[in-house]
């Protein structure tokens, strides 16, 4: 079940992606761009799995930059 605190961590966590990605993404490769990418998928995912865990949040977002990382560099 979706409570009220995921939603407002999940928003917030995609708003500070987003105002950051705007900063700096024309300067980003393709690699980069996809290990943001990918960390801000994980992050939510992570939140998601553990209930709004911290540690999930943050354990999901640098797995997800990695993978996102490792994605990018084949393209």
């Known amino acids: 079940m979706i409570t009220g605190r995921f939603v407002k961590l999940a928003s917030a966590s995609l708003l500070a992606i987003s105002l950051a990605g705007c900063a700096s993404w024309d300067g ?19 939140a998601a799995i553990t209930g709004g865990g911290v540690l999930g949040t943050a354990g999901g977002a640098a797995i997800g930059g990695v993978v996102g990382d490792q994605i990018g560099k084949h393209r």
């Open 28 to 46: 980003m490769s393709h690699r980069q761009k996809s290990a943001v990418t990918g960390a801000g998928v994980g992050g939510v995912a992570g």
